[in-house]
């Protein structure tokens, strides 16, 4: 497995330094140790709650809770790479093809997995499942939790920023949404090749228009882990979010016995990243 021995330069905006400068509240920025001790109490809460059959849970912090694991740091040459440690987790989501155009102008239903029978194919003009793979990975950088994720087709046909916008796996705006314009899409048309394309070349038509609109801080970066192109949610707003978040009366309430509930933590990240990408794993 490649690893990416260096944390990702999410510096490059000076537009970003300026924003973080604005506000936030130092007490959210967390080493790594409170990070992992933090993931592993949201998923002890979560497996306890799950087990008690906590009513309600489509509408509680529960409802982005599934599927998560614990993925441990990688080990080379004798050093942890704290980077590559975090929570994972990989689901189905089922999307409306009429919404996507395919890589090669041919809509989305033309990608999958060939099947026999009339009944096959009219499924496939109507929908598919399309496999998010999300992760919750330690910046040190920021000294905060961040988001990174990536999609493909069934036929292992990787999604662009446009695609994900289309199908509303990514939201078109949140509680991270910023006046600056992330993606944008150039004059030119022609056929996208990689997820890099994406954030750049004009698929006309499109149904939504990122340009002049809030959106959610997007990047594209090499994965800490995996060293593939993945999406994160650029963390320059996730300390000031995070606090508004936490100074309000949690959903994920404390145990009566304690003063802090380690678990609250992530379920505000993990609620937060919700108003920005699609986080329910069925």
């Known amino acids: 497995m490649s690893i990416v021995m260096s944390e990702v ?11 973080c400068a604005d ?8 080493r790594y140790e ?4 933090y993931c592993q109490a949201y998923l002890k809460r979560r497996d306890e709650d799950m087990v008690e059959g906590e009513a309600g849970r489509d509408l509680s912090w529960l409802a982005y809770s599934g599927g998560w694991r614990w993925t441990g740091a990688v080990m080379a ?11 994972e987790r990989r689901f189905g989501v089922v999307v409306d093809t009429k919404r996507l155009m395919g890589m090669d102008g041919a809509t989305l239903a033309d990608s999958v997995v060939e099947d026999d029978g009339d009944e096959a194919l009219d499924r496939a003009d ?3 499942t399309v496999v998010l793979h999300q992760s919750i990975l330690y910046s040190a950088t920021w000294k905060v939790p961040v988001l990174w994720f990536s999609a493909h087709t069934r036929a292992g046909e990787p999604l662009g920023a ?4 289309n199908l509303r796996i990514i939201h078109h705006s949140g509680s991270l949404d910023s006046s600056h314009p992330f993606l944008h899409h150039d004059t030119h048309s022609r056929p996208r090749t990689n997820m890099h394309d994406s954030l750049t070349i004009h698929d006309p038509p499109a149904p939504i228009s990122l340009d002049h609109s809030p959106f959610p801080p997007l990047s594209i970066s090499d994965h800490p882990r995996t060293s593939l192109p993945s999406f994160f949610l650029h963390p320059c707003n996730t300390h000031t979010a995070l606090h508004l978040l936490l100074s309000t009366p949690p959903s994920c309430q404390p145990d009566p016995s304690t003063s802090q509930c380690p678990s609250r933590y992530m379920c505000a990240f ?9 986080m329910r794993a069925s």
């Open 77 to 87: 040459n004798g050093t942890r790479y704290d980077c590559t440690a975090g929570m």
């Open 162 to 165: 446009s695609d994900l916008l």
């Open 126 to 128: 109507c929908s598919q």
């Open 23 to 30: 506000g936030g509240s130092e007490s959210v920025r967390i």
């Open 270 to 278: 993990v609620s937060l990243c919700a108003s920005a990408v699609e």
């Open 9 to 19: 330069n999410m510096t490059t905006s000076g537009w970003c330094a300026t924003r």
């Open 34 to 37: 409170e990070f992992e001790e």
